[in-house]
């Protein structure tokens, strides 16, 4: 069984990079940086983040991200003041907060010397709230030369070491620790690589920090040269009821290595859960199995209950008459309830559609490498505004065809309704955030500029979007709706509209459950994520998935005379919403172990979001495939 599972792994893992070999070349812009001797290395400070810590069934504790220059840490601050470093939309939006920072590195100077950075004296009140913080594994993180700072582990199943970004802010377990120890001391070890030996050109290739708690007298004695590593090593603690003085000490280690520059990120990329691989698989292969066999016995019954109606027509030559979805050709494109409402989904699920699509080219392209941090949330919003016109057309388009004739309103909703409630939903989040003093919370700056994007560029998009839509007109339909609507005969159970909404959302779902892990884990427990490839092959899969459920369900239901086939075709492709919602839960319940409300609330907010993106982009991809399908469908038959 261990075998097998590590067999597997490995498959999955040579998968992985044989699909994510696009990562291996950059964009022009993230050239790398040569450094001479003694030149300046920059160490800037990242907001703090909490994360998992190395153990076993360990959770996440908590989403809020603190700012390393948050006054309660008496963080060492550079001369004058923190400086912000300039960020790009999609960094922000993800929660980095780049400053700059008093530590002096040169390259391959003061090799293990000892340094002191400064002496800091944090005050009883703000104890608690430190302890807090490493109660909660927040992890501090640090760049280099646009590398994370990591700390090495070692993989407890596998025994490999990998690394890991960010370097825990103190410790909180063992069996001598009543109370969390905090990390003073910083053995910053920095990897470089010179490309020409003899040539004085160095490139940093990895960033290792092994913090240390350094108990003891912080004084600093008056030559200036303090024990980095004394013999007795005692932890630090911080009194909660009188101030404590720190004094942070670091040491830079340069170590040459042989990583290349292009191949210094793949120390980073570890699959840390073999299990959940293993999990995943069995369960993928269960779910293919399952679909299989679904639509083979639909498929049969079907076409042998077909087969023998046809006999019984052949039969007797009087009683011939249409049957089956045959027999609501004059219903089927009868406008359905609220088009306007459908329209404008269709139409914001098509401008989604359309922005994870291209944002999955680029990362197939390379273009998103982790240098450029927050390139993938960036590039998202940036198809995202200029998109806008695609969910303007379609939605003008399927509105027309619909027999809607308001395109005024329609236009306006289409531009406006989505934006605005995601908007609002963000701004909600924010609030939250602002509350419990988090550096997530997105600046003023950001959201202004979120407004502008959205007002200025978007929302005009969609409006000359719209205008050609109606311009273009509505889609002819080849079959004519009859005057007198007919009577729907009761519907068979799965085929009511929740069940069959449920029923055909575990088939997409299921084709995405393996990433899906990845992908939220990246999200709530920022961890890195790369195996785009991997990402747009599932996603190609789970869009078929939903078309070719979503058509089939639709066939079902025409089948049995029932013609109220749009807004049931919506539903039925955005099933694996609902499944993303439980799956959501159980992540939450498995995963997490979020103590306060803050959190609580954050992942609660966010994952509804995600599945609203979910719901509208597959609902989409079924609603246009089912129309395309049903078009074809009826075109076929001849109607007197
Ligand atoms: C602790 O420090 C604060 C200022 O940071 C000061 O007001 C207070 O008197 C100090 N308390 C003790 C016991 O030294
Ligand atoms: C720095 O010191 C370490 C440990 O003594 C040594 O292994 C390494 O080669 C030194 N690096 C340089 C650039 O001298
Ligand atoms: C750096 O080099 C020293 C000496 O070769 C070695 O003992 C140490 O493990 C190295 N550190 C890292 C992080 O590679």
Not at 274 to 281: A, G, T, V, Y
Not at 364 to 383: H, K, Q
Not at 400 to 427: C, D, E, H, Y
Not at 619 to 631: D, S
């Amino acid at each position: 069984m261990p075998r097998l599972s590590r067999g597997l792994c490995f498959f999955g893992g040579a998968l992985l990079a044989l699909l994510s070999t696009a990562d291996a070349f950059y964009l022009p812009g993230a050239a790398p940086h040569d450094y001479k001797k003694g030149e300046q290395v920059g160490l800037l400070v990242n907001a703090l983040t909490p994360m998992i810590a190395g153990y076993d069934n360990a959770k996440l504790k908590s989403l809020i991200n603190y700012d390393y220059y948050n006054p309660s840490f008496h963080f060492c601050q550079p001369e004058g003041g923190p400086k912000k470093e300039p960020a790009s939309l999609g960094s922000t939006l993800f929660g980095d907060r780049i400053f700059n920072s008093p530590y002096d590195i040169k390259m391959l100077e003061d090799n293990t010397t000892c340094r002191v950075l400064c002496t800091a004296t944090v005050p009883s009140q703000d104890a608690k709230f430190y302890n807090d913080r490493i109660r909660e594994d927040y992890a501090i993180n640090w760049l280099i030369d646009g590398l994370p700072a990591a700390e090495m582990k070692e993989d407890k199943k596998t025994g490999e070491l990998f690394f890991e970004q960010g370097f825990n802010l103190g410790y909180d377990e063992g069996e001598f620790v009543e109370q969390p120890a905090v990390h003073n001391h910083y053995d910053i070890v920095l990897r470089y690589h010179t490309p020409t030996p003899g040539v004085d050109v160095h490139r940093i290739v990895g960033v290792l920090v092994w913090p240390v708690s350094r108990g003891g007298s912080q004084e600093v004695p008056s030559d200036g040269i303090m024990d980095c590593a004394p013999a007795n090593p005692a932890p630090l603690l911080l009194s909660e009821s009188q101030n404590t003085t720190i004094t942070y000490t670091y040491r830079v280690m340069w170590n040459q290595s042989d990583t290349p520059w292009a191949t210094r990120w793949d120390n980073y990329l570890h699959i840390f859960d073999p299990r959940i691989h293993w999990f995943s698989l069995i369960n993928s292969i269960i779910v293919v199995v399952f679909l299989c066999l679904m639509v083979s016995m639909i498929l049969l019954r079907t076409v042998s209950r077909d087969i023998s109606r046809y006999n019984a027509i052949d039969l007797s030559e009087d009683v011939q008459e249409d049957w089956g979805w045959k027999l609501v050709h004059g219903e089927v494109f009868r406008t359905p309830g609220h088009p306007m409402i459908l329209a404008v989904l269709v139409g914001n699920g098509s401008q989604l559609c359309a922005m994870v699509g291209v944002t999955l080219v680029f990362a197939l392209l390379g273009f998103l490498s982790p240098s450029n941090r927050g390139s993938l949330a960036t590039v998202m919003m940036v198809c995202w505004t200029f998109f806008g016109g695609i969910a303007g057309y379609i939605s003008s388009r399927v509105y027309a065809s619909l027999g809607g004739a308001n395109k005024r309103r329609n236009s306006f909703f289409t531009a406006t309704i989505m934006p605005t409630f995601v908007f609002a939903v963000v701004f909600l989040l924010n609030l939250f955030l602002i509350a419990a003093g988090s550096s997530g919370a997105v600046p003023f700056g950001t959201l202004v500029l979120i407004i502008v994007l959205w007002f200025g560029i978007s929302a005009p998009l969609s409006a000359v979007g719209s205008y050609y839509g109606s311009k273009h007109g509505a889609i002819q339909h080849p079959v004519r709706v009859n005057q007198i609507p007919r009577q729907i005969p009761p519907q068979p159970k799965y085929l009511r509209p929740w069940s069959a909404t449920i029923l055909a959302g575990i088939l997409p779902f299921g084709a995405a459950f393996i990433e899906l892990y990845f992908v939220l884990s990246s999200l709530f427990a920022s961890r890195a994520y790369y195996a785009f490839g991997f990402l747009a092959l599932t996603a190609a899969v789970v869009a078929l998935t939903t078309a070719t459920v979503t058509i089939l369900f639709t066939y079902f239901i025409l089948c049995a005379e029932d013609y109220r086939w749009h807004w049931r075709a919506f539903l039925t492709g955005g099933g694996s919403a609902f499944w993303l919602l439980a799956y959501g839960i159980v992540y939450w319940a498995l995963r997490l172990s979020l103590d306060s409300l803050t959190s609580a609330v954050l992942y609660f907010g966010y994952l509804l979001l995600l599945c609203l993106f979910d719901f509208l982009i597959t609902g989409t991809i079924g609603f246009l495939a089912t129309y395309w399908a049903v078009r074809r469908l009826y075109s076929a038959i001849r109607v007197d």
